[in-house]
């Protein structure tokens, strides 16, 4: 499985927020959305929305060469992960950006994070 886990910027300081104000919430939280997409779904909506009509492809040698020369480590990029916020949706967390088409067309066509 190929899915890619993201997350608006909006929800991230959101999320702060909710878990600062409620006292009661402990422990390790997860920071994405609950609907993870592939990246071949995420680069075609990535495309969409700012008209670009193709991608260059990013074999994993290049993006070795990338990760040693700003110093990290390519499997942050080269992994999946699955990961799906349960304890931020059971606490009562309302996501602003659950899908991707919204989030993107916030952040390609509205301006961004208001």
């Known amino acids: 499985m190929d899915d890619r886990c993201w997350i608006h910027i909006a929800d991230v300081f959101n999320i702060v927020l909710f878990v600062f104000d409620h006292k009661e919430l402990s422990g390790v939280y997860n920071c994405s959305v609950p609907n993870p997409v592939t990246n071949e779904i995420l680069m075609k909506t990535i495309r969409e929305k700012t008209k670009t009509k193709f991608g260059l492809p990013s074999p994993a040698w290049l993006l070795n060469i990338g990760a040693v020369i700003i110093k990290t480590e390519t499997e942050l990029i080269l992994k999946s992960r699955w990961v ?3 304890k ?7 996501f ?5 088409d919204g989030a993107l067309e916030n952040i390609f066509h509205n301006g961004g994070p208001r």
């Open 84 to 86: 799906i916020p349960e």
């Open 88 to 94: 931020l949706l059971k606490a009562g967390y309302t």
């Open 96 to 100: 602003r950006y659950p899908s991707l």
